[in-house]
């Protein structure tokens, strides 16, 4: 007790900015002190706890294994302070400050891009700043709140919440499938024109299942690679092959008829999104906000996804024979 109560927090702040920066003088710029009384707070805290935090060379410093571990914690501790002083100077937890985002480049233009302006409309006070980067940063080390991520997660000391799912269709421009008829979901696919998004773990590997539940793994062959899925999407506007993208990126254009989802009763099956935050701050007033406008933006994009799914009947598809039609226009015409 006695050794808790002769600890600063002030201390304890300078020690983070010590770490997070791995630089005496870096850390008293950050904070607006001379070098030399971050040093002297360093002593001091390692005096009152009686072990090393810090490896110091000519070059850099670095962290002991007792640093990592102090460091890790006193994050955490910090972080709730800080969450509970901003609660309790506002009756509302109005957010305020820099909300610092990284999302993948197309959910991020599609889905976190309108989420965040909507949440800058209602709180004036908040500041963000959206990286969108299909690289995952180490959230920690990049000051990063919130960062998005498709799919399975790794194993990670970081707190997830899924915020919604998306799924994948298999399309290709109306031009395509004019020249190429008698679509069926078998391996045969894989002889077609195949337009690949380089940057993922398996490009041109995909398992579609049926209406009845049955399964159908497809391995496609390149025609065409990019690492962008907008490079995707435009390839396959231009007739450039089949191309397995999300709705998310394509629901306008199927929606206009600009792109077809072929062979649509044929799924791959959803997929979570998840908002990751470093333990520490999942308390914050702006985190919660964040989750709650995402989870609301991705609803709006599941019931569009939902609305086109139950416009393919009335919509464009490519039938069996090959061809392209609409059958709503086929109907007007025979009445």
């Known amino acids: 007790m006695n050794k808790l109560s002769s600890i600063?927090?002030?201390?304890?702040?300078?020690?983070?900015?010590v770490a997070e920066s791995r630089s005496l003088t870096a850390a008293a710029v950050k904070l607006g002190i001379a070098k030399t009384m971050v040093s002297a707070h360093m002593q001091r805290l390692e005096a009152e706890l009686g072990v090393s935090l810090l490896v110091r060379t000519t070059r850099r410093l670095?962290?002991?294994?007792?640093?990592?571990?102090?460091?890790?914690?006193?994050?955490?501790?910090?972080?709730?302070?800080d969450d509970a002083v901003s609660q309790a100077g506002s009756t509302s937890a109005e957010p305020r400050g820099t909300l610092r985002v990284t999302a993948p480049i197309d959910y991020g233009a599609a889905i976190v891009t309108p989420a965040l302006v909507a949440l800058r409309e209602r709180y004036p006070e908040l500041r963000v700043d959206l990286i969108l980067d299909d690289t995952r940063f180490d959230l920690i080390a990049e000051g990063i709140d919130v960062a998005i991520r498709l799919g399975r997660l790794p194993d990670s000391s970081h707190q997830a919440v899924v915020v919604g799912r998306y799924v994948k269709w298999l399309v290709a421009s109306p031009l395509f499938l004019q020249h190429h008829t008698g679509l069926r979901m078998s391996s045969d696919l894989s002889r077609l024109p195949f337009i690949s998004m380089s940057v993922l773990a398996r490009p041109l590997s995909f398992v579609f299942e049926g209406p009845a539940g049955e399964t159908c793994p497809v391995h496609f062959k390149s025609s065409f690679s990019a690492n962008t899925a907008n490079a995707c999407r435009a390839a396959a506007l231009a007739g450039?092959?089949?191309?397995?993208l999300t709705d998310f990126s394509t629901r306008e254009d199927i929606a206009?008829?600009?792109?077809?989802?072929?062979?649509?009763?044929?799924?791959?099956?959803?997929?979570?999104i998840h908002a990751v935050f470093p333990a520490a701050r999942h308390r914050s007033v702006k985190v919660r906000i964040l989750i709650d406008a995402l989870k609301e933006q991705a609803?709006?994009?599941?019931?569009?996804?939902a609305r086109l799914e139950a416009k393919i009947p009335q919509s464009f598809e490519a039938q069996a024979d090959g061809k392209v039609r609409s059958r709503k226009r086929s109907a007007a015409k025979a009445l």
């Open 8 to 17: 600063n927090l002030n201390r304890l702040a300078v020690f983070v900015s």
């Open 62 to 81: 670095s962290l002991t294994e007792a640093g990592e571990a102090f460091y890790v914690a006193t994050r955490r501790i910090l972080g709730e302070i």
């Open 240 to 244: 450039g092959g089949l191309a397995v």
């Open 256 to 272: 206009a008829g600009r792109l077809v989802r072929v062979l649509p009763k044929w799924t791959i099956p959803k997929s979570d």
């Open 299 to 305: 609803g709006l994009a599941a019931y569009d996804r």
